[in-house]
T-cell receptor, first 113, second 110 residues
Framework: NAGVTQTPKFQVLKTGQSMTLQCAQD?????MSWYRQDPGMGLRLIHY???????DQGEVPNGYNVSRSTTEDFPLRLLSAAPSQTSVYFC????????????FGSGTRLTVV | GENVEQHPSTLSVQEGDSAVIKCTYS??????FPWYKQELGKRPQLIID?????GEKKDQRIAVTLNKTAKHFSLHITETQPEDSAVYFC?????????FGTGTSLTVIP
């Protein structure tokens, strides 16, 4: 049981480039989310999904797209990278139901130059 | 949406002393309150949680209390040890979303 797996762990992009951060979980969790973590700002929700085929926006969705074609996978796409997207990105999953905690992936440290 | 405020942002304690971190929330519909510990360079990990129908929960040296009327909840760590040094995040869950506080950096001085 690998839990939540994120790739890559580190990435440097040039402004304007696009890329996809991968996230997979093997716990059959319905809920998956993407957060970004910036110093002094905690964890901010980018997009989330409550099941395959269902996604919704969080607090800071601009510049990012997601899709959820399977229960296991929830990739995050950066459409045209900007320096403001330099951050640590965490994918997380949890079982359905509002009173269950998230399991986080190990994170992706992204730098946009 | 929900607004979670967390205090203090930094906290230093002597080894063996207690540490208390406080959070407030704004949405009375929030019904689940987890706490996460994040060591440097690592992922956040769930350490304890409390549901809205419970006032207090303990797990060895850590405890969480919830005051629904005042809309605040707190993390208590007793007999602190150097390995407790980390950033701690509170969160409140309402509907399908979790809202996180901005974190408390705890340093335990040996």
């Amino acid at each position: 049981n690998a839990g939540v797996t994120q790739t890559p762990k580190f990435q440097v992009l040039k402004t304007g480039q696009s890329m996809t951060l991968q996230c997979a979980q093997d716990m059959n969790h319905e809920y998956m989310s993407w957060y970004r973590q910036d110093p002094g700002m905690g964890l901010r929700l980018i997009h989330y999904s409550v099941g395959a085929g269902i996604t919704d926006q969080g607090e800071v969705p601009n510049g990012y797209n997601v899709s959820r074609s399977t229960t296991e996978d929830f990739p995050l796409r950066l459409l045209s990278a900007a320096p403001s997207q330099t951050s640590v990105y965490f994918c997380a999953s949890r079982p359905d139901g509002s009173r269950r905690g998230y399991t986080f992936g190990s994170g992706t440290r992204l730098t946009v130059v | 949406g929900e607004n979670v405020e967390q205090h203090p942002s930094t906290l230093s304690v002597q080894e063996g002393d207690s540490a208390v971190i406080k959070c407030t929330y704004s949405d009375s519909a929030s019904n689940y309150f987890p706490w996460y510990k994040q060591e440097l360079g690592k992922r956040p990990q769930l350490i304890i949680d409390i549901r809205s129908n419970v006032g207090e929960k303990k797990d060895q040296r850590i405890a969480v209390t919830l005051n629904k009327t005042a809309k605040h909840f707190s993390l208590h760590i007793t007999e602190t040890q150097p390995e407790d040094s980390a950033v701690y995040f509170c969160a409140a869950s309402v509907g399908n979303q979790f809202y996180f506080g901005t974190g408390t950096s705890l340093t335990v001085i040996p």
